[in-house]
């Protein structure tokens, strides 16, 4: 198997949203490790509560094998309110050649080898200024870097939006050494995004980074891992077309802070005028 079909098997879940009811913005972070220790709930460490207004809330965790030549595992999943921005981080540090074993009883070895997630819901979006079904895009800059130095295991990237549910995407996967990651991600026009005019409904999304290897092979020593960040650049309210709907209207605690991309674009436009302005000022 390559390291990019290791990489795919991660992208296969489908992500289901808790029934659409106003409440308040509520988070998941998650840092979990399939090898070593006692399979169960041990291996995996989840913290969940509300993100009011102000809040940041964090989940460090550090695993060991133990022994002259263990398994590090060091994750750390974070969040922040405002300025908005979800963080992932995770290294796995093989002292020397070492089989990363990651049986999860009562299943069978499986290619995951750690997850580190963050997640947020808000409850109870309203969408109003038309009528019907239309569609809610909201547009994520994802940025940071996988760390490679693993023979053959390698870190996976994926993010999931939606309203009732959401498709896990993959965002990228490492191929050794330091490798950069700055993209955009905007979910596509389909059941996952779609609402109804006047009628409440929750949006979540969570940004995921893994590592994954052959299950059963002899792995070379050698860290592995990356730190990401996610965070709002803005969204767009559409028709079954992809076109913008004119007069529509979204109440959301976390949205709503964000311009949309229009609105980032008038900003980038006024930010280039000043600094022109103070140029010529110098110049003068």
């Known amino acids: 198997m390559t390291r990019l079909s290791v990489a795919a098997s991660l992208i296969v879940a489908l992500a289901l949203a808790a029934p659409a009811t106003a409440g308040p913005i509520s988070y998941t972070l998650r840092d979990a490790h399939f090898f070593g220790g006692v399979p169960g709930p041990t291996r995996e460490i ?19 094998t133990g022994g002259p030549t263990p398994v590090v595992f060091t994750a750390l999943a974070t969040n922040r309110r405002s300025p908005f921005e ?9 002292a020397s050649s070492t089989a990363l074993q990651f049986n999860i009883a009562p299943h069978d070895p499986t290619s995951i080898v750690s997850i580190v997630q963050s997640r947020v819901q808000e409850d109870g979006l ?19 870097a996988f760390d490679d130095a693993h023979a053959t295991a390698a870190s996976t990237l994926s993010i999931c939006a939606g309203i009732p549910s959401c498709p896990l ?3 990228g996967f490492s191929q050794g050494g330091v490798q950069p990651i700055d993209v955009l991600y905007t979910p596509t026009v389909g059941l996952s995004t779609r609402f109804t005019f006047d009628q409440p409904f929750n949006l979540f999304f969570f940004i995921n980074l893994g590592v994954s290897a052959l299950p059963g092979v002899l792995e070379a020593g050698g860290p ?18 992809g076109d913008d ?18 609105g ?21």
Request: net charge neutral; glycine share 14%.
């Open 46 to 64: 989840v913290e969940a509560g509300t993100l009011g207004p102000g809040a940041s809330e964090s989940l460090p965790y550090t695993f060991s």
């Open 86 to 94: 979800l963080t992932v981080s995770q290294r796995i540090e093989a």
């Open 126 to 144: 309203l969408v109003t200024g038309g009528s019907g079904q239309a569609y809610l895009l909201p547009t994520f800059g994802v940025d940071g």
């Open 169 to 171: 995407t993959g965002l």
């Open 224 to 241: 592995v891992g990356g730190d990401i960040r996610l965070r709002l650049a803005g969204y767009r309210i559409v028709d079954a077309n």
């Open 245 to 262: 709907i004119d007069g529509a209207s979204l109440t959301s605690d976390l949205l709503n802070p964000v311009p949309e991309p229009a």
């Open 264 to 284: 980032l674009a008038l900003a980038a436009v006024g930010l280039a005028t000043a600094l022109r302005r103070r140029a010529r000022r110098r110049t003068n």
